[in-house]
């Protein structure tokens, strides 16, 4: 069979991933990124296109006679890159853009979740400010606003109390602090739980059950200070037990399947679900379209077998006949985030220690924010690298983590000490 030549889109720490363990794949030929980044680049060839450039990734794939694109990140999902693609006769792994929908529109998502009869948080949608906050006013109890819209992971404010929620109302519908994605909110019954993220690659009937990872969003120790992009994430998380991710499957991912199949618009591609534990059984909270960040990391450290099948049958809509294929039983992954992040990351400070990291066994240095400079790495980002380890157990996959963390060094470095404390605690 001939080699295949993949395009993957993106340029975090989870395109590192996907790159490094499509490479593995002895389907593969070549792999190109675009944009790619420093890390990236020592592993495939990086080519200056950005992700939001929708005519200019299809006429990458194209001069290039791509076989299979992958979309890492949601922005361009969900402003249709794979329909383009497709119209131009290139074969990709991710949602069209009205499936992309699941996570460009969260009213969208509620609405799919409550005709498919999924277990999520009541909720109401408003278009108009006032009638948002006598909503607010009536109920009188903690509620959670969330912008309808892409934001970046910022568009959601958990209220403890009237005034907060009426705050949020008023800077995303009348402020707009988000722009246009905060003039339609949600606001959700608040629910309080672990929470986990759960992935299943689909072809718009089938699906594959990947597995459930737990990441951490705060950016300090014990889940305390600003929320982040998520500072590390491991797999699997006990909390998720095997009733659950059988609940999770029957309950949520092919109902909600078979109801976008039933409109017309079937969902391809990875559909990350964000669930939240309320008494022993899934909630959800939100779908992404796409991988999750640090979740891919840690998932594909874990895969065992070639996965150029799977995302190759996912976007030419015949999962029949893959299966799973774990290998490693456990892994974690500890981002190191630059000085300032999130709010203000620094950038251009000197990244040492990376070559040390190749001597500690079973683990794998993905970068994000990261670019070359006077022949070394430098910051070029919040999330600079995420630094994922397997293990037999979830207590070596952390020994062999922290060790490689320890011999990186760059000014004003953070990263969280305590990622899987929820499994690691007994
Ligand atoms: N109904 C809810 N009850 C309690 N917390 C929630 C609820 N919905 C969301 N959250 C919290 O807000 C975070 C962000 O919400 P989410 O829906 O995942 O949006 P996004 O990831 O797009 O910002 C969740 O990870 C969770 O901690
Ligand atoms: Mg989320």
């Not at 718009?204 to 990441?215: F, H, N, S």
């Not at 999750?292 to 099948?309: N, Y």
Request: proline share 6%.
């Amino acid at each position: 069979m001939p080699k295949k030549k993949i395009l993957v889109v993106g340029s975090g720490a989870r395109e590192h991933a996907l790159a490094w363990k499509l490479l593995q794949s002895p389907s593969v030929g070549e792999i190109v990124v675009a944009p790619g980044n420093a890390g990236i680049a020592g592993i495939a060839r990086c080519v200056p296109v950005s992700v939001d450039d929708v005519p200019g990734l299809v006429a990458l794939a194209r001069s290039e006679a791509i076989d299979l694109v992958v979309v890492g990140p949601e922005a361009p999902l969900v402003s249709g890159l794979v329909d383009a693609l497709e119209a131009a006769g290139i074969a990709a792994f991710g949602p069209r853009r009205e499936a992309a929908r699941l996570e460009g529109s969260k009213a969208f998502a509620k609405e799919i979740m409550r005709e498919a009869g999924v277990p999520t948080a009541g909720f109401a949608v408003f278009d108009d400010a006032e009638a948002a906050e006598a909503y607010v006013r009536e109920a009188g109890r903690p509620l959670v606003v969330k912008a309808d819209g892409l934001c970046a992971g910022k568009g959601v404010v958990v209220a403890k109390d009237t005034a907060e929620a009426l705050e949020a109302v008023r800077a995303m519908m009348r402020e707009r602090v988000h722009g246009d994605a905060g003039a339609r909110v949600v606001i959700e019954e608040c629910l309080v739980g672990p929470e986990v993220s759960y992935h299943v690659v689909c072809d718009g009937t089938r699906y594959v059950p990947l597995a459930a990872a737990q990441d951490h969003k705060r950016l300090l120790d014990g889940d305390r200070g600003p929320n982040t992009g998520g500072m590390g994430a491991y797999s699997p998380p006990p909390v998720v037990t095997p009733e659950i991710e059988r609940a999770i499957l029957s309950r949520v991912v092919e109902p909600v399947l078979e109801t976008m199949r039933a409109r017309g618009t079937p969902f391809r591609g990875a559909l990350f679900v964000g669930v939240m534990v309320v008494d022993g059984a899934p909630q959800v909270l939100e779908f992404n379209v796409r991988f999750g960040d640090p979740e891919t990391e840690v998932l594909m450290a874990r895969w065992g077998g070639d996965v150029l099948p799977l995302f190759d049958a996912a976007a030419r809509g015949d999962l029949g006949g893959i299966a799973p294929a774990w290998d490693a039983p456990h892994a974690l992954a500890v981002v190191l985030a630059a000085h300032g992040y999130p709010t203000a990351p620094r950038k251009g400070d000197r990244i040492e220690g990376l070559e040390a990291v190749r001597e500690v066994p079973g683990v794998v240095a993905f970068h994000a924010g990261t670019r070359a400079s006077g022949g070394g790495l430098e910051t070029a980002g919040g999330r600079v690298l995420t630094v994922t380890a397997i293990g037999a157990s979830l207590e070596e996959a952390a020994e062999r983590a922290y060790l490689a963390c320890d011999r990186i060094r760059f000014d004003g470095m953070q990263l969280r000490r305590d990622i899987g404390w929820q499994a690691r605690r007994s």
